[in-house]
């Protein structure tokens, strides 16, 4: 794959223009970043590895990059096909995430995954706006989860 692009968030507005083309990308596998989807009613997470553009992300209005975000032009028909498997599995993992019921739980549990693959400085970064959509909830659900104090279970897992 050949490295198209290092996005920044001053050029979010072409990276959107490219995904609404219908161009196929794909999101660095390589490095620990990614970008948040915006959708009409939800978000979605791409990952290193995942498909982003093609029909995938046809009028989308808005995005995220999370990270360092590269993204790259899939060179082959094999590079596409994994790609758009990639896709598919970060969707299933932040599927598995809105099966719980509980507001406050699929929040806590979106942000000690992101804490986990991300350090906690580029989570930090990320809106809560971003992230409610990802899981359902609202934004001030976001808020009270990262201001919700450690408990001890919590820092010794991290």
Known sequence: MSSLS????????QLIAQLNSGQLLVVD??????LI??????????G????????????APRIFPVGDLTLTAPESYEERQKAYLIRRHWIRL??????NPV????????LTQFEHYFDP???????????SLLVGVLPSTIRMVR????????????
């Open 6 to 13: 290092l996005v920044k968030s001053s050029q979010s507005s």
């Open 29 to 34: 596998g390589s490095r620990r970043n990614g």
């Open 37 to 46: 989807i915006y959708k009409r009613y939800y978000a979605e997470f791409a």
């Open 48 to 59: 290193p590895g995942a498909a982003v553009g093609g029909f995938f992300d046809v009028g």
């Open 94 to 99: 932040t599927e598995q995430l809105t099966e």
């Open 103 to 110: 507001p406050l739980q699929r929040a806590h549990m979106l």
């Open 121 to 131: 400085q580029t989570v930090s970064q990320i809106p809560d706006e971003a992230l």
């Open 147 to 158: 201001r919700a104090p450690k408990t001890e279970q919590q820092l010794a897992a991290i």
